[in-house]
């Protein structure tokens, strides 16, 4: 019996390239983030998984990233951020690592361990001033097992778990406020569609040291129902409705920096996703697009200059 040796992720036969060499969903707006913040990154860095949709992205013993890779369950990834970084300044304190050799930490998670299992991890890993770079692929939901509910879904949306004619009744959790309550070293939001908006970010944060969140919506085709062709327009309606402002946390203020005065409404967004749907069909339902639209209109008039 012959021996068939795969010498890399290239060679696996069920292998659906999309520039990584890993099998991922088409369209997926995290692994777009992904792939431009990499661009900058470069291999000179540690990521820390948790358990998630990018844990595709490493199918023992590859990875498609030119550093390292370390999976941790799902509520782990900063405390295993933690352990690498203290790893790594022990061996340049002892001279065993040269001051130029030192690696990136990155933790790479999605919305269900960012906003809910690992957050409890990641704010001691802030207030110790952790120095890690803690990038979120958001794509609203538990895409990994099904679209279930997660504390970052929006209010209205249908998930496996939110079936009723409503969707879900509850709101989506602020991130970016709660580490922003922690005083890290920045933190900004993002999206793959705006990659002029995302590069100068990561810029930025690669400059800076300590606790640095970048915070990617990820249009997901699987989990909101939309054809993965239109992943492009979905982020940059999600901007221009202003259901996801992009703005940057540094040095105790927050500022917008690509500011939706002229917004568009927020059902030229919904209409484009099945997972919302049911606010326009078999009945049209007014009182919840309109308390969309009113949760929207008021962030934006208390930001207002």
Known sequence: ????????????????LLGTGTPMCAGCGGLQALHQIYDQLGGRSVFVNAAGCMTLLSVYPFTPFRGSWLYTAMASAPAGAQGVRDALDILIAQGRMAPEEDLQVVALTGDGSAYGMGLSATS??????LDFLYIVYDNEGYGNTGQQTSPATPHGARTATCRGPGGFAGEKKDLFAIWCAHKPAYAATLVGAEPLDL???????????????LLALAPCPTGWDFDPRRTVEIGKLAV????????????????????????VP??????TQGRFRHLFEPTRRDELIAAIQARVDAYWEAVAP
């Open 1 to 16: 019996m012959s021996e068939t040796r795969f010498h890399s992720v290239k060679d696996l036969p069920s292998a659906r």
């Open 124 to 129: 001691g890993a802030i207030e110790r001033g």
């Open 199 to 213: 590069a100068r970010k990561v810029e930025t944060a690669l400059s800076i040291k300590g606790p640095r969140l």
């Open 240 to 263: 221009k409705t202003g259901l996801w402002p992009l703005k940057e946390y540094r040095e105790g203020r927050v500022v917008h920096t690509k500011p939706t005065v002229r917004r």
């Open 266 to 271: 927020v059902e030229r967004y919904l209409e």
